[in-house]
């Protein structure tokens, strides 16, 4: 079975900062995704960034950015020049990429809070 | 395009009571997974249909239940409701299956339930 920690329930940032979120998981898969999803408060989630196992390269999408490292099993997210708008709940999912039985497993989340 | 709607946005019942909960997902989607999140356990997946079959569930018990219409709206059941099963529940939709190819997943807004 899959698991996914993230540590650290709660971080505050200064708006036009950077901060990083971490997530280690745990899984005997070679192939699989790794999620960072966003949801604001009373609002929908939504998906910040993906990475694939395969891929070597640290996903990016804008301000946000992901250090994949995939023998230690960590993936954290760096949010860059951080907005007022990025105040949410953070987490981290884990999918595995073979089987029928490829669900979204996620963390506990974090929640993060920009400060003006 | 529409998003994924979920009806209704919010319930109240009481212990013992069943509970039906509807997803409609994005047009041309056609597989359509449910979580449910609670402060406590997080977000923890109950089960996912494509094609009005069930492919996986979680580890819930059997008063949870759903099903997969033809046109691909999702209905959940949780039967003789505890207060426990208070909860966000979120639907997801996405064009195909779980599988070795990828396919996103967009959120409902979820349905609040609370049981008294």
């Known amino acids: 079975a899959q698991t996914v920690t993230q540590s650290q329930p709660e971080m505050s940032v200064q708006e036009a900062e950077t901060v990083t979120l971490s997530c280690t998981y745990d899984t005997s898969e070679n192939n699989y995704y790794l999620f960072w999803y966003k949801q604001p408060p009373s609002r929908q989630m939504i998906l910040v960034i993906r990475q694939e196992a395969y891929k070597q390269q640290n996903a990016t999408e804008n301000r946000f950015s992901v250090n994949f490292q995939k023998a230690a099993k960590s993936f954290s997210l760096k949010i860059s020049d951080s907005q007022l708008g990025d105040t949410a709940m953070y987490f981290c999912a884990f999918r595995t990429a073979t089987g029928a039985n490829s669900k979204l497993t996620f963390g506990k989340g974090i929640t993060l809070s920009v400060r003006p | 395009k529409a998003g994924v709607t979920q009806t209704p946005r919010y319930l109240i019942k009481t212990r013992g009571q069943q509970v039906t909960l509807s997803c409609s997902p994005i047009?041309?989607?056609?597989?359509v997974s449910w979580y449910q999140q609670t402060p406590g356990q997080g977000l923890q997946f109950l089960f996912e249909?494509?094609?009005?079959?069930?492919?996986n569930k979680g580890n819930f018990p059997g008063r949870f239940s759903g099903r997969q219409f033809s046109n691909s709206r999702s209905e959940m059941n949780v039967s003789t409701l505890e207060l426990g099963d208070s909860a966000l529940y979120l639907c997801?939709?996405?064009?195909?299956?779980?599988?070795?190819?990828?396919?996103?997943?967009?959120f409902g807004p979820g349905t609040r339930l609370t049981v008294t």
């Open positions: 249909y494509f094609s009005e079959t069930q492919r």
């Open positions: 047009s041309g989607h056609r597989s």
């Open positions: 997801a939709s996405s064009l195909g299956a779980s599988g070795t190819y990828y396919y996103e997943q967009y």
